[in-house]
DNA sequence: AGAAAGTAGTTTCATTTGAAACTTTAATCT
DNA sequence: AGATTAAAGTTTCAAATGAAACTACTTTCT
């Protein structure tokens, strides 16, 4: 009896395995800021790219942090009504505004960095540099390999 | 200026790549298997497993599924309900039921298994079998320390 | 210039999700 | 046995999500 009559082993299923650990993990970092800085992960993940390039605008955010704008909008409102971000509607284009984290916004991110940091390095606390950095071939090679993969429905 | 001040480099961000390919894998595979034959994810993995260890009750497929009680109860009622699965009340005892493939629900098992297979051999296509043997071991050992990690808030 | 088409970001609405409460049956305690 | 506690699934309710419609502004076309 093959794989296709008796069904495939979900417990080595790569798309299963992938979605498992990123799930568990996600939820893990979650506990350690959500609940000290009420933040969600799009929130976490505009304050940490703000954090590098600050004045992006909205629309410059979305493919590096992979939100979309609707929740992008929704973090970006609930930011400044916490007051860790501020928006400066562009002079050449008063659409869009370029975002900056306020004083309370960049302290925020140097109390959550460290904390982030030192998660992934529990995570990988016993990779090798090496495994380490066989590790980030492969994720950058599934990423490509998946992203190639988008449209062949 | 440090990490900490800066603010952390997402793109690089363990956390954060695994969400992002993990997302775009299971978008990939849904718009695969979800328009042909309207799975959910939760469906899905239920009926994996069942091809595999028939008469499962729910709460024996939660851990192995990675589901909890709530999605299993609204896929198993779909499920039934579009007769690719039946329940049968256990004779021991009757507040739970051991599930079945029907005929159909085998059927597309079988169908399905074969495009889930394909999918992953190609996210896999430029892995040697060293490297995929290599990623295996990642994966498990990010799996359990992720696991660990579970309770340390 | 004025109309038509396009873009940035927001809002609406319907669906998905999950925690907590609930129902039914089983096991344990007195 | 009768009462209490626990377990398997289900239902309810509120929050999260995302597609589609919308608003405000800008660019392009004639």
Redesign the pocket.
């Known amino acids: 009896m093959n794989d296709a009559q008796r069904g495939l082993h979900l417990p080595r299923f790569l798309p299963y395995r992938l979605t498992k650990l990123s799930g568990m993990v996600s939820r893990n970092l979650a506990g350690h800021y959500s609940a000290a800085f009420d933040l969600?992960?799009?929130e976490w993940r505009i304050v940490a790219l703000l954090g590098s390039r600050p004045g992006l605008?909205?629309?410059?955010i979305a493919p590096p942090a992979s939100l979309?704008?609707?929740?992008?909008?929704?973090a970006?409102?609930r930011l400044t009504k916490s007051d860790r971000l501020e928006k400066r509607i562009l002079e050449?284009?008063?659409?869009?505004?370029a975002l900056y984290l306020t004083d309370s916004g960049q302290r925020m991110l140097s109390e959550i960095t460290p904390i982030a940091q030192r998660y992934e390095d529990q995570l990988l606390k016993n990779f090798t540099p090496e495994e380490i950095e066989q590790l980030d071939d492969f994720l950058n090679r599934l990423d490509a390999k998946a992203e190639a993969l988008k449209g062949s429905l």
Request: glycine letters at 4%.
């Open positions: 969600t992960v799009p605008t909205a629309r410059e979309d704008k609707v929740s992008i909008s929704r970006v409102e050449g284009d008063r659409r869009s505004a």
